[in-house]
């Protein structure tokens, strides 16, 4: 077998988990995500008042509820999902020739960011991957703090090569297309349901201060739209997912599904900015979207799954590792 230091070591990365579909472990879960000054980034003292005083005390009991709704008997949808696809991406590079080691890690929640740079302990070279295929300072940002603070006690280094998006990339591009063509001819549908591409939203501030998340959601379900010939009434941009009351990014896909609702509309959607299905895709889009849409007068609502550990998204995944090899 080979030297570890002569195999890349391929760290994918996803946001986390709770352990269990329970208030403890959701409490704990939450308390490290909503932590993250990338997350957050209002005052310290008066954000851990209001984290630890009201959002710490009410929202696990609720949210665990929504979490076991989606649990499945491997366990986190999102952890299960992208453990699959660490092993398929192993399997694929291994037929390649190609002599890498993959481990998975969690931002947060486990497996940690330290423990998979830990598994990979001796490669002198680290490609990062995290799963987000649009750039945000609140997501793919937060990841390289957090493997900087793992290097900065370390005396040796790694080369380390991280990327950091690929919302535009063809190779990505032609997963998501071929996903709806295939969900599309599940469904009998050729076209007829208008398609809303959804992605999970960041306070409106965040983009005024020179994030480039919304631009590079733009040229994803731009480049989407294009490559399954859609016209512009037939496609729509939305965010999902705003917590607060402040502004976050527009239009929202809850409003949107009222008024796609109320104006008797089919209506198919996909999230390209989740690389596995999750509790805001199975539950937020699935269930709580779909109900608002229907109890709107909608229609016809279907849900195109993330690209998971579909054999085209994993073909994208080695793209990107071996064009950094």
Same mark, same amino acid.
């Given at each position: 077998?080979?030297?570890?230091?002569?195999?890349?070591?391929?760290?994918l990365v996803n946001l986390g988990t709770p352990d269990e579909p329970t208030p403890k472990a959701v409490r704990k879960y939450l308390a490290e995500f909503l932590h993250d000054k990338r997350v957050v980034d209002i005052s310290r003292w008066i954000w851990c008042l209001?984290?630890?005083?009201?959002?710490?005390?009410?929202?696990?009991?609720?949210?665990?509820?929504?979490?076991?709704?989606?649990?499945?008997?491997?366990?986190?949808?999102?952890?299960?999902?992208?453990?699959?696809?660490?092993?398929?991406?192993?399997?694929?590079?291994?037929?390649?020739?190609?002599?890498?080691?993959?481990?998975?890690?969690?931002?947060? @929640?486990?497996?940690?960011?330290?423990?998979?740079?830990?598994?990979?302990?001796? *490669?002198?070279?680290?490609?990062?991957?995290?799963?987000?295929?649009?750039?945000?300072?609140?997501?793919? #940002?937060?990841?390289?703090?957090?493997?900087?603070?793992?290097?900065?006690?370390?005396?040796?280094?790694?080369?380390?090569?991280?990327?950091?998006?690929?919302?535009?990339?063809? #190779?990505?591009?032609?997963?998501?297309?071929?996903?709806?063509?295939?969900?599309?001819?599940?469904?009998?549908?050729?076209?007829?349901?208008?398609?809303?591409?959804?992605?999970?939203?960041?306070?409106?501030?965040? #983009?005024?201060? @020179?994030?480039?998340?919304?631009?590079? *959601?733009?040229?994803?379900?731009?480049?989407?739209?294009?490559?399954?010939?859609?016209?512009? @009434?037939?496609?729509?941009?939305?965010?999902?997912?705003?917590?607060?009351?402040?502004?976050?990014?527009?239009?929202?896909?809850?409003?949107?599904?009222?008024?796609?609702?109320?104006?008797?509309?089919?209506?198919?959607?996909?999230?390209?900015?989740? #690389?596995?299905?999750?509790?805001?895709?199975?539950?937020?889009?699935?269930?709580?979207?779909?109900?608002?849409?229907?109890?709107?007068?909608?229609?016809?609502?279907?849900?195109?799954? *993330?690209?998971?550990?579909?054999?085209?998204?994993?073909?994208?995944?080695?793209?990107?590792?071996?064009?950094?090899?």
């Amino acid at each position: 077998m080979s030297n570890s230091s002569e195999v890349t070591g391929v760290l994918l990365v996803n946001l986390g988990t709770p352990d269990e579909p329970t208030p403890k472990a959701v409490r704990k879960y939450l308390a490290e995500f909503l932590h993250d000054k990338r997350v957050v980034d209002i005052s310290r003292w008066i954000w851990c008042l209001i984290l630890h005083g009201i959002i710490l005390r009410f929202r696990p009991k609720r949210v665990a509820k929504l979490y076991a709704s989606i649990w499945t008997e491997q366990g986190s949808p999102l952890l299960a999902t992208t453990k699959a696809q660490a092993m398929a991406l192993q399997s694929l590079l291994d037929s390649d020739g190609i002599k890498t080691k993959v481990a998975l890690a969690m931002n947060y @929640g486990h497996p940690s960011i330290a423990a998979g740079l830990k598994e990979l302990s001796g *490669c002198k070279k680290v490609v990062v991957l995290p799963l987000y295929p649009q750039f945000s300072s609140a997501t793919t #940002a937060s990841v390289y703090d957090r493997i900087a603070k793992v290097f900065k006690s370390q005396w040796n280094l790694p080369e380390l090569h991280f990327i950091s998006d690929y919302h535009d990339h063809p #190779a990505y591009i032609h997963a998501l297309a071929e996903s709806v063509k295939s969900h599309w001819d599940k469904q009998k549908e050729s076209k007829k349901s208008k398609l809303i591409i959804s992605f999970h939203g960041i306070p409106k501030r965040y #983009a005024d201060n @020179g994030d480039p998340y919304p631009l590079q *959601c733009a040229k994803t379900a731009k480049l989407l739209a294009q490559a399954l010939e859609l016209n512009a @009434g037939e496609w729509q941009l939305t965010y999902q997912s705003r917590f607060g009351k402040e502004e976050w990014l527009q239009p929202y896909t809850d409003k949107t599904m009222e008024k796609e609702g109320q104006e008797g509309s089919s209506v198919t959607v996909i999230c390209p900015g989740f #690389a596995a299905d999750c509790l805001e895709t199975l539950e937020e889009i699935e269930e709580e979207n779909k109900k608002l849409f229907v109890e709107n007068g909608g229609q016809s609502f279907s849900y195109v799954p *993330c690209l998971n550990n579909q054999e085209v998204h994993i073909q994208m995944m080695a793209e990107l590792i071996k064009a950094r090899l």
